[in-house]
Structure formats: C-alpha cells, structure tokens
C-alpha cells in the first residue's frame, strides 16, 4: 500500500530564505507524486506533478520538486519565500487513478 | 468560472443526527471525489462517483455513509446518526472525465463537520 510521510506538522522562514517542505512516500510500484497547496479558506490546488520522465518538476508560483527514487523523496523547495506563500501544503501518492493517499499537511509560515 | 461549490462550510450536528454535504462540480465536470480529513490526518479517499453510479466506493465506512451523484443537482455525501468520530473536514474534488494522473483533480474549500 501507498503512503506519506511529511517531516514537520510546521516550517516557518523569513521572507527571501528558502524554503524546503519535506515528503517521503512509500509505493511497491512507481508512483505518480503530487504537491497541493491550500490557502486559507480555499480548496486545495494542484502546485506540480510528477508521474515519469525528468526527475525534477517545477510548478506553478517557483515551487519545484525533485523526484529521488532512492531516496523514496519528492521534497519541495523554493528559492526564495514570499509572504503570499503562507499556505498548507501536501504531498500525495497515487497509483495513477483518482484515489491520492495524502500526508498529514505542512503549515508554512513566512515572516518579513 | 466558479469552483468546486461545497455547502456548508461549517456544518454542527449533535450525535445521532443526519449530516448532509453538498458539492456542485465545476461547469462541464462529470467525475466527483469525496475525501475525508480528520484531525491531524491526511486527506483520505472516500467515493468516487459518476452521474448515477458509485464507481469506487472503498474508502466509505460501511455502515452511516453513503454517497450520490443524480443526474440533476449536486453530489451529496449523507451521514446518518453522527458520531463524534465522524468530525472531520470533508473535501469534494471533481474531474471533467477519467483522469489517470488526476491533473485535472479539482477540490473544493470544504466542509467541517462537528458532531456535539
């Protein structure tokens, strides 16, 4: 069975530092990997995907992720945080088909 | 162009009631997905629905839940007699068909759930 693992329920950073959101998943096959970003009071939103080819994956607002298969890692960093980055952000697991396996969520905080 | 529309945002019953979550899918989207987030958890699949069919339904609990998608009107995810374990947000996400890298996943703001 899939799962995920988010290392730290927080992260907080200065505005301008990098930022690096970590996930460990667990797949008995190639996993296709997501991270989601919630905003207060929104739905979740899809930041990036990876399912095959290159390893790194940017997405949306400079958030880019690296697939390491032997590290069973898909962490997400950023060069520099902005204070609109404040959100929740989650990794997912899936198979390919519409059941993700979510992580338990990692809250970012940014301050000036 | 609106979202993913999930009502209530905030639903409180007292144990033993009915909760009733609606979710109206985005324009054009045929493919509702419910997913359940308890308290300090990850989201969890619970159905996933067709108009008129229930195509996976191995992430509802068997007894209390049960879940519809009618040719007309929104989906609707239906708690008999709440317990308090059932408090959780309850996230609503829609697809406009059968996506198998769910790039086109998308959710809604929610609903918290809490049973009294």
């Known amino acids: 069975a899939q799962s995920v693992t988010q290392l730290g329920s927080h992260v907080s950073v200065s505005e301008g530092a990098l930022v690096l959101l970590r996930c460990n998943y667990s797949?008995?096959?190639?996993?296709?990997l997501f991270w989601y970003v919630q905003y207060p009071n929104q739905g979740l939103q899809l930041l990036l995907k990876?399912?095959?080819?290159?390893?790194l994956v940017k997405g949306i607002n400079g958030f880019e992720a690296e697939f390491k298969k032997s590290e069973t890692s898909f962490h997400l960093t950023k060069p520099s945080a902005h204070m609109s980055d404040a959100a929740e952000y989650f990794c997912?697991?899936?198979?390919?088909?519409?059941?993700?396996?979510f992580g338990t969520g990692t809250r970012l905080l940014v301050s000036p | 162009n609106a979202g993913v529309m999930q009502n209530p945002r905030h639903l409180v019953r007292r144990r033993g009631q009915e909760a009733r979550l609606r979710c109206s899918p985005m324009?054009?989207?045929?493919?509702v997905y419910w997913y359940r987030q308890l308290p300090e958890e990850g989201l969890k699949f619970m159905v996933y629905?067709?108009?008129?069919?229930?195509?996976?339904e191995s992430g509802m609990p068997k007894e209390r839940f049960s879940a519809e998608f009618p040719k007309e009107g929104p989906s609707i995810l239906r708690i008999q007699q709440v317990v308090r374990g059932d408090s959780a947000a309850y996230f609503c996400?829609?697809?406009?068909?059968?996506?198998?890298?769910?790039?086109?996943?998308?959710f809604g703001s929610g609903t918290q759930l809490s049973v009294l």
């Open positions: 996400a829609s697809s406009p068909g059968s996506t198998e890298t769910n790039e086109k996943l998308f």
């Open positions: 797949s008995s096959v190639p996993p296709y």
């Open positions: 990876y399912t095959t080819g290159a390893t």
């Open positions: 997912a697991v899936s198979l390919g088909f519409q059941k993700l396996v």
């Open positions: 324009k054009g989207h045929s493919h």
């Open positions: 629905l067709q108009k008129e069919n229930i195509i996976d």
